[in-house]
Antibody
């Protein structure tokens, strides 16, 4: 199971930190991924991170203002989102692995003044 | 980035009849390790996505056998042998061969 939290309303230029807690599997053995979905739109792959946290990959549109990280001791995945823009408004899902076999319920991020 | 193009984008279906969704990639999805990392996802209304198929043709646990995936290289297909009411939703292909990973635009299946 994956449970996201941390979404909400942020002003343009503001910051939010999303969290995702995994349970029922060996979290430290898996790549973890963030995917987002803007209102009424399709899925967009955002970032993922290797099991040991030493490799991270991003889609170009977030590379300079999002940071993915993890704490395997807490079975937790994070997404630090800085300098937020209106186009970052979306439901953010965490998913297990590089092949996305398990998904959380999502957390809504709204960027608006 | 690899562009994934699905067709059709909207698919009206009849219960009990077959349905088919095409997904084409702008580059071959054959990885240097010999595998082809093409996955299919279903998103029912108001729900999170759910993976149906991985590596082109492998059904996930619990996925009905009326769903099947096929294809190779740059051309892939998701087929539903007999559509049921619970199959309504949006279907996405996604490639995990190249970085960044990319999704198709989605195909809305409606009765």
């Amino acid at each position: 199971q994956l449970v996201e939290s941390g979404g909400g309303l942020a002003q343009p230029g503001g910051s939010l930190r999303l969290s995702c807690v995994g349970s029922g599997f060996s979290f430290s053995n898996f790549w973890m991924t963030w995917v987002r979905q803007a209102p009424g739109k399709g899925l967009e792959w955002v970032a993922n991170i290797k099991p040991d946290g030493n490799e991270k990959f991003y889609v170009d549109s977030v590379k300079d203002h999002f940071a993915i990280s993890r704490d395997n001791a807490k079975n937790s995945l994070y997404l630090q989102m800085d300098n937020l823009r209106a186009e970052d408004t979306a439901v953010y899902y965490c998913s297990r692995g590089d092949w996305l076999d398990i998904w959380g319920q999502g957390t809504m991020v709204t960027v608006s003044s | 980035d690899v562009v994934m193009t699905q067709s059709p984008l909207s698919l009206p279906v009849t219960l009990g009849q077959p349905a088919s969704i095409s997904c084409r990639s702008s580059q071959t999805l054959v990885h240097s390790d010999g595998n082809t990392y093409l996955n299919w996802f279903q998103q029912r209304p108001g729900q999170s996505p759910r993976r149906l198929i991985y590596k082109v043709s492998n059904r996930d646990s619990g996925v009905p056998d009326r769903f099947s995936g096929s294809g190779s290289g740059t051309d892939f297909t998701l087929k539903i042998s007999r559509v049921e009411a619970e199959d309504v939703g949006v279907y996405y292909c996604m490639q995990a061969t190249h970085r960044p990973r990319t999704f198709g635009q989605g195909t809305k299946v409606e009765i």
